[in-house]
């Protein structure tokens, strides 16, 4: 069975900063591709940042870039997601998903997108206050 645990959330000011964490068990994580997702209250749940496990390539929606960074430690079977300079709007509860593919994105001739994942975390709260 799969699991995923995330951690590392909390609550900062705007400006702030925090590490995710996303702990894999019963998965070969190696090789594979991991997302992180984030729900804001009364909203759609949506894709934050990915990472391939072919070649760990990157990939970070347009409202993340330049303050995120993913990244993985496949002896650890852990991926990270590093957040500075955090908003008010990212304001939210973040969750780990994991799939047994290796890219996490598709290319639809205009945009990327990031792919359908199984298996999800119970997702870890956080709250920047502006």
């Known amino acids: 069975e799969v699991h995923l645990v995330e951690s590392g959330g909390g609550s900062v000011q705007t400006g702030g900063s925090l590490r995710l964490s996303c702990t894999a068990s019963?998965?070969?994580?190696?090789?594979?591709?991991i997302a992180w997702y984030r729900q804001a209250p009364g909203k759609e749940r949506r894709d934050v940042a990915c990472?391939?496990?072919?070649?760990?390539?990157?990939y970070l929606v347009d409202s993340v870039k330049g303050r995120f960074t993913i990244s993985r430690d496949n002896v650890k079977n852990t991926v990270y997601l590093q957040m500075n300079n955090l908003k008010p709007e990212d304001t939210a509860v973040y969750y780990c998903?994991?799939?047994?593919?290796?890219?996490?994105?598709?290319?639809?001739?205009?945009?990327?997108?990031?792919?359908?994942?199984?298996?999800w975390g119970q997702g870890t709260q956080v709250t920047v206050s502006s």
């Open positions: 998903a994991a799939d047994t593919i290796k890219t996490c994105t598709y290319y639809d001739g205009s945009y990327y997108y990031i792919r359908h994942f199984t298996y």
């Open positions: 019963g998965f070969t994580f190696d090789g594979n591709a």
């Open positions: 990472i391939g496990g072919r070649d760990s390539s990157p």
